[in-house]
């Protein structure tokens, strides 16, 4: 949506994640998609997310890099889960393929988890570093948090982009340091909602205590209705 029509807001995205049971009849996972830009805190939040929700449900972990396995390596040095819930995928082209256009190695990476530790209730997909225009397919996740960071400049969420826009879940991390690098939260907020319409955002400063609490609260809110959703 343009500024310009401010009557106008973006449809929520209605990702389907594929067939909501496995081929043995069971649940499977509630998948969320994490994307954003390089360093706006993905795979912080991630690990934020897993601390805070590992005692309540039953999680695993994809993430995707280009050549590396640093976020999975990352994650496994936190010891945020047990190594065997987290599997790394190399991409081996812009991250953007792996999660919208050539899907299939995220999905077998998904698949094989589930088939490995059995019953799960949430699968987190984290997508490389990438732009503005990063989503993921509906074919493999049922819903996609946006992560940027005040750092990379209060004119992002007026920018737009389908990540800014359509995300199910918008987030802004590293409040903390808009005093430091001069960023207007109220106006990344007014931006984030001519922009967003009536899709939920998050401020948040990962690096302070409870800071990934609303991020934690909306996807516990997406796993009560997944879950009744497939009862």
């Not at 954003?36 to 972990?61: F, H, N, Q, Y």
């Not at 570093?129 to 969420?157: E, W």
């Given at each position: 949506?343009h500024?310009?029509?401010?009557?106008?807001?973006?449809?929520?995205?209605?990702?389907?994640?594929?067939?909501?049971r496995?081929s043995?009849g069971?649940r499977?996972?509630?998948?969320?998609?994490?994307g954003g830009?390089?360093g706006?805190?993905?795979t912080?939040t991630v690990?934020a997310?897993?601390r805070a929700?590992r005692d309540?449900?039953?999680?695993?972990?994809?993430?995707n890099d280009?050549?590396?396995r640093?976020d999975a390596?990352?994650?496994l040095r936190?010891a945020?889960?047990?190594?065997e819930?987290i599997k790394?995928?190399?991409?081996?082209?812009?991250p953007h393929?792996?999660?919208?256009?050539?899907?299939?190695a995220?999905l077998?990476?998904v698949?094989?988890?589930e088939d490995?530790l059995?019953s799960?209730?949430?699968?987190?997909v984290e997508?490389?570093g990438?732009n503005?225009?990063?989503?993921?397919s509906?074919g493999?996740v049922?819903?996609?948090i946006?992560?940027i960071d005040?750092?990379?400049?209060?004119?992002?969420?007026?920018k737009?982009?389908?990540?800014?826009?359509?995300?199910?879940?918008?987030?802004v991390?590293?409040?903390?340091?808009?005093p430091y690098?001069g960023?207007?939260?109220?106006?990344?907020?007014r931006?984030?909602?001519a922009?967003?319409g009536?899709?939920p955002v998050?401020?948040t400063?990962?690096t302070?205590e409870g800071?990934?609490?609303?991020v934690a609260?909306?996807?516990?809110?997406r796993?009560?209705e997944?879950?009744?959703?497939q009862?």
């Amino acid at each position: 949506m343009h500024l310009d029509h401010p009557d106008t807001f973006p449809a929520r995205h209605s990702h389907t994640g594929s067939a909501p049971r496995r081929s043995d009849g069971s649940r499977r996972a509630l998948r969320i998609g994490l994307g954003g830009p390089v360093g706006s805190g993905k795979t912080a939040t991630v690990a934020a997310l897993c601390r805070a929700l590992r005692d309540e449900m039953s999680i695993a972990v994809v993430t995707n890099d280009i050549y590396t396995r640093e976020d999975a390596e990352f994650l496994l040095r936190e010891a945020v889960l047990p190594a065997e819930r987290i599997k790394a995928v190399e991409t081996g082209a812009c991250p953007h393929t792996a999660i919208r256009d050539d899907i299939s190695a995220n999905l077998e990476a998904v698949e094989e988890l589930e088939d490995t530790l059995g019953s799960l209730d949430l699968m987190l997909v984290e997508s490389g570093g990438d732009n503005l225009t990063a989503t993921f397919s509906k074919g493999l996740v049922d819903a996609q948090i946006f992560v940027i960071d005040v750092a990379g400049g209060d004119d992002i969420p007026r920018k737009g982009g389908p990540g800014v826009t359509t995300s199910d879940l918008l987030v802004v991390n590293k409040t903390d340091l808009a005093p430091y690098v001069g960023s207007d939260l109220e106006g990344m907020a007014r931006d984030a909602k001519a922009q967003r319409g009536h899709l939920p955002v998050a401020f948040t400063s990962l690096t302070n205590e409870g800071g990934v609490k609303p991020v934690a609260d909306w996807v516990r809110e997406r796993l009560t209705e997944w879950t009744a959703g497939q009862a």
